[in-house]
């Protein structure tokens, strides 16, 4: 497993740790949390999204590329 350092205004990471509390659960747990619901994706499931675009709507890997890619950006921008 990778280790990140991020630099937090002092009062969300007083707000995350205390979440973290409340819910019984690690602060990598809600980070790694966020990010998913964020969009982010491992290269692998990015690739499965595509087969999975492909085989839903019969598009070329090219168009289905580009679905993912439209779809993935608009996540990220929710």
Partial sequence: MS???ITLDDQLHQALKEAAAR???SIASII??????RGIRTRSEA???VVSA???AALSEED???LALEETRSERGR
């Fill in 3 to 5: 280790r990140l350092t």
């Fill in 23 to 25: 819910q019984h659960r």
């Fill in 32 to 37: 790694e949390e966020s990010l998913v619901y």
């Fill in 47 to 49: 690739r499965q999204l």
């Fill in 54 to 56: 492909r085989k839903r």
């Fill in 64 to 66: 289905a590329m580009a």
